[in-house]
């Protein structure tokens, strides 16, 4: 499986199987993560995790604190498509694989800026 990624009219390819998407909290300035599969049902969410709490980004009550990090499996349904949007005020959006993070920037080899980014599992 792969990873395709839209732009402003830009397309992208990533050959990933799973992959962590990494962002900053625009108001607590925090980390979060979260685990993605990418499936024949499309990408499915496997673990979550954020590095505190605070504003909007409460963990649940099974979460668990690991290593300083708040940890859960959610428990969702495969969805067809991620559409990440950009506020320009906690930094951009990351895709880590095999223990390296590139910002969708870095990915588009151009600036995302404000532009909305969709994620989805490529057409086999």
Same mark, same amino acid.
């Given at each position: 499986m792969? $990873?395709? !990624?839209a732009?402003?009219?830009? $397309?992208?390819? !990533? *050959?990933l199987?799973? #992959?962590? $998407?990494? &962002?900053?909290?625009s108001?607590?300035?925090?980390d &979060?993560?979260?685990d993605?599969?990418?499936?024949a049902?499309? @990408?499915? !969410?496997?673990?979550?995790?954020?590095?505190g709490?605070? *504003?909007?980004?409460?963990?649940?009550?099974? *979460?668990? $604190?690991?290593?300083?990090?708040f940890?859960?499996?959610?428990?969702?349904?495969?969805?067809?498509? !991620?559409? @990440?949007?950009?506020?320009g005020?906690?930094?951009?959006?990351?895709i880590?694989?095999?223990?390296h993070?590139r910002? @969708?920037s870095?990915? #588009?080899?151009?600036?995302?800026?404000?532009?909305?980014?969709?994620?989805s599992?490529?057409?086999?």
């Amino acid at each position: 499986m792969s $990873l395709c !990624l839209a732009s402003a009219g830009a $397309l992208k390819t !990533l *050959a990933l199987a799973a #992959f962590t $998407l990494a &962002w900053t909290h625009s108001v607590e300035k925090t980390d &979060w993560q979260e685990d993605w599969r990418i499936t024949a049902r499309g @990408l499915e !969410l496997v673990q979550a995790r954020v590095k505190g709490s605070g *504003a909007g980004m409460e963990p649940p009550p099974q *979460a668990r $604190l690991v290593d300083g990090w708040f940890q859960w499996q959610p428990k969702r349904a495969a969805v067809p498509q !991620l559409v @990440l949007g950009n506020s320009g005020a906690a930094g951009e959006w990351r895709i880590c694989a095999d223990g390296h993070c590139r910002t @969708l920037s870095e990915i #588009f080899e151009r600036p995302i800026g404000a532009n909305v980014t969709v994620m989805s599992a490529c057409e086999p």
